[in-house]
């Protein structure tokens, strides 16, 4: 089972970009396909941008434009380039890896078995 660690949350401004960071151990890096996933209080957690080695990405309507996923196969480390925060970005934002094999990104967090420990951005407006 992969092991994620997740950081880089911070206290911004809107307008502001931010990049977090998702390292993976104890698993074979590319045997998973990635997402991150945020939540707010009273908001179910959704899917914000995922891809899956085949390279097929996906992106929240909400995001698309402003948010990057990407990896760094060397790290074994998964990012999230976020630029153009708003206050509605605010939420705790999560790295989760979910075993290879059905095509392309799952928007469903029941379906990934690994997450990491979450990491709060907050945008002032």
């Known amino acids: 089972q992969v092991h994620l660690v997740d950081a880089g949350g911070s206290l911004v401004q809107a307008g502001d970009s931010l990049r977090l960071s998702c390292v993976a151990s104890g698993g074979t890096f590319r045997s998973y396909g990635y997402g991150w996933f945020r939540q707010s209080p009273g908001k179910d957690r959704e899917l914000v941008a995922g891809f899956v080695w085949s390279g097929v990405y996906d992106y929240a309507d909400s995001v698309k434009g402003r948010f990057t996923i990407s990896s760094d196969n060397a790290k074994n480390t998964v990012y999230l380039e976020m630029n153009s925060l708003s206050p509605e970005d605010t939420a705790v934002y999560y790295c989760?890896?979910?075993?290879?094999?059905?095509?392309?990104?799952?928007?469903?967090?029941?379906?990934?078995?690994?997450w990491g420990q979450g990491t709060q951005v907050i945008v002032s407006s």
């Open positions: 989760a890896a979910r075993k290879s094999g059905p095509p392309g990104v799952s928007r469903g967090s029941w379906e990934y078995a690994n």
